[in-house]
């Protein structure tokens, strides 16, 4: 289906890349498999989209969508305990089938683990028995399996993504990270209500070594338990500035818009803030082929 938006908003949306999309099969219930979110994004005009799944990596069948979508479809792989948490071999393996993103533990980071009620649809498929992935040891130094994860990335010139870890410990990694050579570092949405970065932190964050800071759409929807007010998100975009930053949906909830439709819906009220045209071309294409390395 092709979506109906102003001739402004469409004009962005052809070209635009997703870089954040969770799609079925999955665990959870979503909205469209990844032949469906393929084909929506190319009638849409868009250029690309990467696929995510906390449980499972997402190269190989990102491969299958595109080719039989004709359309240019990437993957990645979380490193959550069904990964095998901080696995070298997994991360080697999903980088050689083709991997754009490595996120550190999203759902199985320790810290979410704790606070899963902040999303409780995620919460769900996580056991009471689960006590979660930290990145540091006790005397708070980076764990030592993360260097040769680090390696590998930087190897293949892939994205390492912070996932749902804390600030904390998403610093360290960044900063470690960026020391090890690793070029392509996003903080994922840091500005939802249950990563909760300050301006500060973010420009922290950015001057130890993040490429990028990935605003999510799925912030400000009743996806999540504690929604992001719409114009707190634009305000922080305005602070950090549009050519550090990524504007993704998060989407494929049951609950909310197709990802195309929802990355019209997040250009139009980026404009709608006041956001100048060529900033949100920055951040929904510019920034993410850059990353991509398309």
């Known amino acids: 289906m092709k979506f109906r938006f102003e001739n402004n908003v469409r004009a962005l949306l052809e070209g635009s890349i997703d870089i954040h999309i969770h799609s079925a099969p999955d665990v959870y219930p979503r909205l469209l498999n990844d032949v469906e979110l393929a084909l929506s994004a190319k009638e849409n005009g868009m250029r690309a989209i990467l696929l995510k799944n906390h449980y499972f990596e997402t190269a190989s069948r990102a491969q299958i969508a595109s080719d039989i979508a004709d359309f240019p479809v990437f993957g990645g792989i979380a490193l959550n305990l069904t990964n095998g948490g901080l696995n070298k071999h997994a991360v080697k393996?999903?980088?050689?089938?083709?991997?754009?993103?490595v996120w550190m533990p999203t759902v199985h980071s320790q810290y979410f683990v704790k606070n899963k009620s902040h999303v409780a649809n995620l919460a769900t498929e996580i056991g009471a028995d689960v006590e979660g992935i930290s990145l540091v040891k006790e005397d708070g130094s980076l764990r030592d399996?993360?260097?040769?994860?680090?390696?590998?990335?930087?190897?293949?010139?892939?994205i390492l993504a912070t996932g749902h870890v804390t600030k904390e410990e998403a610093k360290i990694a960044v900063?470690?990270?960026?020391k090890r050579g690793v070029k392509k570092i996003i903080v994922t949405h840091p500005a939802a209500t249950f990563v909760h970065y300050s301006v500060d932190d973010m420009r922290e964050i950015l001057?130890?070594?993040?490429?990028?800071?990935?605003?999510?759409?799925?912030?400000?929807?009743?996806?999540?338990?504690?929604?992001?007010?719409?114009?707190?998100?634009f305000n922080v975009i305005k602070s950090i500035g549009a050519r550090h930053c990524i504007m993704s949906t998060d989407a494929g909830q049951w609950l909310n818009p197709p990802a195309a439709q929802q990355m019209g819906i997040y250009i139009k009220e980026a404009l709608k803030?006041?956001?100048?045209?060529?900033?949100?071309?920055?951040?929904?294409t510019d920034n993410p082929a850059r990353v991509l390395g398309i």
């Open 93 to 101: 393996m999903a980088l050689k089938i083709g991997a754009k993103q």
């Open 145 to 158: 399996e993360l260097y040769e994860i680090f390696d590998l990335i930087k190897e293949a010139d892939a």
């Open 207 to 233: 001057d130890l070594g993040a490429t990028f800071l990935e605003h999510t759409w799925n912030d400000v929807t009743r996806q999540v338990s504690h929604p992001l007010e719409i114009h707190v998100l």
């Open 273 to 284: 803030s006041g956001i100048p045209a060529q900033d949100i071309r920055t951040m929904v």
């Open 175 to 178: 900063s470690e990270a960026a």
